[in-house]
């Protein structure tokens, strides 16, 4: 209803922008103010309620990032309201922020030189809200809703002048928090129930304002306020250690975060699910050793339950949390799909090596984006058609922290993706030669003592979320429409060139699924994570699906899933592999590497005729097979993929005689 009184015709908005310089009502056309009039009434009748100012200020935000229609004259009134509201509720200047806080954050040189210099007086406004205990009372001013404000704000104001030149000063101003949050995360079991909250709350409060900051000004290519972008992108990310450090000491508190998506209610934390994970041991140096073989070489990840326990879960990317923060994914502004051209910048493997005047990309920072990007793709980027729940409550339940990508049709997303593949590949090579680097240095062992040093888990990381983005992107279902098909081919065209710059777009189909099979073959020698190992494996049998009938591409996944099973796997710890994912993994590269071997029934009867041979002579628990070291006293999921994969080619014959 609301959009029907703001609607406008193209050339009437038109008009109004080149026109409308004053935002008073006496401005505003008709309907315009009739608009104002029903605006002013939904916001007084929901001033009590959190939920429903943070949603009508998300739905607003959402309305005019898409309706091309608007009333610019009532567009420019209301950010004149928003703008006033958010400057009296959250900014202060600096001079006036109240004593208990501690301004920090500041990408400023010497903001304090200023006299107007401003924060985002977060220690305030919680304070004042905790003084109040009605939150009700302070809806429309609470910290639940200064993101989704600001949201709204910054949308106008690139609607309006197709700028943020009004508001990029938030961008770069410093945070009112609550002392230090280092040395109070350090004395969190000293802190009573209260402090302990507090802190809490205006981490989450402060990272979910980062995020929103991060979602507006990914919009500019100004380089200068890019690089303010990264920055603010490893703010996020230092937070989120702490934030992961002080979560793990709050397991008593029953905590629950402060709400940041108001389009559903958000599910209240299991108790089981926040139990901290049993610390891992730095395995001893130059035990299992495992020499380089071929195209055996490294792989994967440990399986997600151990990474989540070395490194929180999404969005952190803290290789020392106490906390898993995958479990409170709901409790994070979601980041729009703009911010992902940062993945464009330099990366710089090496954090002590500074580059001046220059986007760089640190691991800790591309790891944060890759863990985003990639959920962001299998959300929308399904490899198989989306079955419809008729329970609406599923569907809200799946959509949260995606509401924002839901509105964009799935072909776009695809064409974006695309266009982001390049710079995907580029750190693909340059991790991928780190890895090899720390190979080489270490004669081969997947165990040796540098493997596992300072800043090497966040790269092997990145390592596997990289090829995980590109098998996302390329299974997409709707690559095997003929709708899709010039896109398809842009895709392969960009990874077939790396492997032979002379190849053109022209090129047979096949022609670029080989080429690209043979670029991916070259990563078998460099993985050293099982996860990975399961990625690059997953993006071969995805090329091969768009070559059916050529043999190359799976003689090729069967050759690297036959090197991956005859070699030993490491955690980020250096541990040995071990657990029902790991079992679960080494069970799914058997497969593949059965459906992909020329001639099935000789390799079946040959792997199970050694396999009887080899059990016999395991002695202990940890002992394992000779040819296949990934399988040890778990032999079982071993016997069974031989069982049912003798059984399906019996059958398969049987048919086929029959029919003959």
Request: proline residues 3%; negative net charge; glycine residues 4%.
């Amino acid at each position: 209803m609301a959009l029907k009184h703001m609607a406008t015709s193209e050339i009437d908005s038109q008009e109004n922008i080149q026109s409308s310089s004053s935002t008073d009502d006496s401005h505003l056309s008709e309907r315009a103010s009739r608009a104002k009039g029903l605006l002013e009434l939904v916001m007084e009748s929901v001033k009590s309620s959190v939920a429903c100012v943070g949603l009508l200020y998300d739905q607003l935000a959402a309305m005019v990032c898409r309706c091309d229609a608007l009333d610019i004259s009532f567009l420019k009134w209301i950010a004149e309201e928003i703008a006033d509201r958010f400057q009296d509720y959250f900014v202060k200047e600096l001079k006036e922020v109240s004593k208990m806080g501690y301004t920090q954050f500041s990408l400023e040189a010497s903001e304090e030189d200023y006299e107007d210099a401003i924060c985002v007086n977060i220690e305030g406004v919680l304070r004042n809200e905790k003084s109040q205990g009605n939150i009700g009372a302070v809806a429309a001013q609470s910290l639940c809703v200064m993101a989704p404000m600001f949201r709204l704000l910054r949308s106008l104001q690139f609607r309006i002048s197709n700028n943020l030149d009004s508001v990029d000063g938030l961008l770069s101003c410093s945070v009112a928090m609550p002392k230090d949050m280092t040395d109070l995360i350090d004395d969190f079991p000293k802190l009573n129930h209260d402090e302990q909250i507090f802190i809490l709350d205006s981490l989450f409060y402060c990272i979910n304002w980062f995020r929103e900051l991060v979602n507006a000004f990914s919009l500019l290519r100004d380089e200068e306020m890019q690089t303010k972008v990264l920055q603010r992108i490893e703010n996020i990310i230092s937070l989120q250690q702490l934030l992961a450090k002080g979560l793990g000491y709050a397991k008593s508190l029953d905590y629950r975060p402060p709400r940041c998506h108001f389009y559903v209610d958000v599910k209240p934390l299991l108790q089981e699910k926040l139990k901290k994970p049993a610390n891992e041991k730095r395995a001893g140096k130059g035990k299992g050793k495992g020499k380089q073989k071929g195209k055996t070489k490294d792989a994967g990840n440990t399986s997600i339950t151990d990474v989540n326990a070395v490194v929180p879960g999404n969005p952190s990317s803290n290789v020392t949390g106490e906390m898993d923060l995958s479990v409170y994914k709901d409790f994070f502004r979601e980041l729009d799909i703009e911010v992902f051209v940062a993945l464009s910048s330099c990366l710089v493997l090496d954090e002590r090596a500074v580059k001046e005047d220059k986007l760089v990309l640190y691991p800790t920072g591309l790891l944060f984006l890759l863990e985003d990007y990639v959920t962001k793709l299998d959300h929308c980027l399904p490899s198989t058609l989306k079955l419809i729940s008729s329970l609406a409550t599923t569907q809200q339940a799946a959509s949260v922290g995606y509401a924002s990508l839901d509105r964009i049709p799935t072909p776009l997303i695809a064409r974006r993706a695309m266009k982001l593949l390049t710079f995907i590949l580029m750190k693909l090579e340059a991790t991928a030669e780190y890895c090899q680097k720390l190979l080489d240095s270490n004669d081969g062992i997947y165990d040796g003592p540098e493997m596992f040093k300072d800043g090497s888990a966040e790269v092997k990381l990145c390592y596997s979320m990289l090829l995980h983005s590109v098998a996302s992107t390329l299974g997409w279902i709707g690559f095997h429409s003929s709708a899709y098909n010039a896109l398809l081919r842009d895709c392969l065209h960009i990874i077939a060139s790396r492997q032979n710059s002379e190849t053109t777009k022209t090129a047979l189909l096949k022609e670029l699924v080989l080429f690209s099979c043979q670029y991916f073959l070259r990563y078998a020698s460099c993985t050293v994570l099982l996860t990975s190992a399961g990625n690059l494996v997953r993006v071969m049998q995805v090329l091969s699906t768009f070559a059916p009938n050529e043999a190359e591409p799976r003689q090729k996944i069967a050759e690297v899933c036959h090197g991956f099973l005859s070699r030993q796997w490491y955690t980020l710890n250096g541990l040995p592999e071990h657990g029902a994912v790991y079992n679960r993994q080494i069970e799914s590269l058997l497969k593949s590497y059965f459906a992909n071997v020329t001639d099935t029934l000789s390799v079946v009867n040959t792997t199970a005729k050694w396999v009887e041979d080899e059990i016999q002579m395991l002695q202990n628990k940890d002992s394992c097979l000779h040819t296949f070291p990934t399988i040890n006293k778990h032999v079982s999921t071993c016997w069974v993929i031989l069982h049912s994969e003798s059984s399906s080619i019996q059958i398969n014959m049987a048919v086929y005689f029959k029919a003959v």
